[in-house]
């Protein structure tokens, strides 16, 4: 089973709040499957995960792995379980957020 982190858990319920605010079901049900999906990868394959997001390589410094998972970027650490620590939308300015 995957833990999420306190934070993460923030980053998902906000993410839930702005496509309901906005009537986007199917953005929220991408979301649900996006999540289910990197859950599955990530305890299939820990170790999968790119160091950084590709479009952001100075991420590496936090110690996180990373896998895209549909719209989404995803930051875990390899602790067992593992750990989600971020859910970040792939337009998102992911450095800022972090």
């Known amino acids: 089973m995957t833990v999420y982190s306190a934070r993460a858990e923030r980053q998902v319920i906000a993410l839930l709040h702005h496509y309901e605010n906005l009537g986007r079901a199917s953005a929220s049900r991408a ?3 996006a999540l289910a999906d990197a859950e599955r990868r990530i305890e ?3 170790t ?3 160091t950084a997001p590709r479009p952001y390589p100075q991420l ?3 110690g996180l ?3 895209k998972s549909g719209r989404y970027w995803i930051a875990y650490n390899t602790s067992q379980p593992p750990v ?5 939308f792939e337009t998102a300015n992911i450095p800022q957020r972090m």
Do not use: T
């Not at 989600?84 to 970040?88: E, Q, S």
């Open 31 to 33: 979301r649900e499957v």
């Open 48 to 50: 999968a995960g790119l």
């Open 65 to 67: 792995a990373w896998i």
């Open 44 to 46: 299939r394959n820990p």
């Open 84 to 88: 989600i620590a971020g859910v970040f």
């Open 60 to 62: 590496a410094r936090y």
